[in-house]
Structure formats: C-alpha cells, structure tokens
Nanobody, 123 residues
Framework: QVQLVESGGGLVQAGGSLRLSCAAS????????MAWFRQAPGKEREFVSA????????VYADSVQGRFALSRDNAKNTAYLKMNSLKPEDTAVYYC????????????????WGQGTQVTVSS
C-alpha cells in the first residue's frame, strides 16, 4: 500500500503561482511513477502531468504545457507540481496518483490516490 497526501493548494490570482506537494508513505516511493490529475466542478477528472520513477521523464497535458513543472525527490518521498501563470480555468481539485507505469493518462492505470487539494484561481 502507498498513502499519498497532497498539500499546497489555495486561492491565487490569475497569473500567480502555486506549488503542490504530494508526500508518499508505505512502499518504496521510487517503485512508482507519479502523476497529477485535476477535477473541476461538473467535469470529469483529467490528466495533468506524469513523471517517471527516477524523474528523468515528464509529460504534460496540452493545457498546462509550458506553465506547469512536475518533479520528484525520491529521498524525501515527495512529488512537486509547480504551477505558474495560473488561469481561472485551472481551478479544480488536484489529485496525485501513483502507479506502475509511467506516462499513462488513464485514471485506471494508477493504483493509489491522495485525497486532493483545492486550487482556486480568481480572475
């Protein structure tokens, strides 16, 4: 089992920045690829970004490419999502997830999920 806890969400003005953290415990962190998804009110949960087990590879949704940066520190069992140039349409609950395969955009490919952290971007 892997337990994931997100933090760092909040209210920010458009154009601002936030850094989300996902702290993992349980099984060895480096055994898992990590990803972030988000879910806005009335919408399905969508893929945001993923990072490989060692952190050498990342992939992003087109909507966040160039604005968000995903990294991980395996020594600290933590993944980070730095979000820059935030837009009102980035408002959502952000979830981190862990799974065996890097790069999948499908929710069903991730075995473990955090409880989510709210990000609200005001215009």
């Amino acid at each position: 089992q892997v337990q994931l806890v997100e933090s760092g969400g909040g209210l920010v003005q458009a154009g601002g920045s936030l850094r989300l953290s996902c702290a993992a415990s349980g099984r060895r962190f480096s055994d898992y690829a990590m990803a972030w998804f988000r879910q806005a009110p009335g919408k399905e949960r969508e893929f945001v970004s993923a990072i490989s087990r060692i952190g050498g590879s990342t992939v992003y949704a087109d909507s966040v490419q160039g604005r968000f940066a995903l990294s991980r520190d395996n020594a600290k069992n933590t993944a980070y999502l730095k979000m820059n140039s935030l837009k009102p349409e980035d408002t959502a609950v952000y979830y981190c997830a862990a799974g065996p395969r890097y790069g999948s955009i499908r929710r069903t490919d991730y075995d473990y999920w955090g409880q989510g952290t709210q990000v609200t971007v005001s215009s």
